[in-house]
């Protein structure tokens, strides 16, 4: 086989890969998942630690300190 036919099978192989990509991006089943997506720029930013600085032995979100073992 010589350069052109490779290069003929590489350039379907990519429209084949773009049509794939384009029918999974436009299906039905990921529409609420783009919605979703495409509001966070909108929300309000979360802090990382909603409690503040915890210590090492507290356990997360409780603010009660955990029992050392």
């Known amino acids: 086989m010589d350069a052109g036919t490779w290069r003929g099978i ?3 192989v990519m429209l084949l890969l ?6 999974w ?6 529409k609420q998942m783009f ?4 509001r966070l720029p909108f929300e309000p930013d979360q802090p990382a630690d909603p409690q503040g600085a915890r ?3 507290e ?5 009660v300190e955990s029992p050392q073992s």
């Open 10 to 12: 590489f350039t379907v």
């Open 18 to 23: 773009f049509i794939g990509i384009w029918a």
């Open 25 to 30: 991006a436009w299906s039905g089943k990921r």
């Open 35 to 38: 919605d979703a997506a495409s």
């Open 55 to 57: 210590s090492a032995g």
């Open 59 to 63: 356990k997360p979100g409780t603010g």
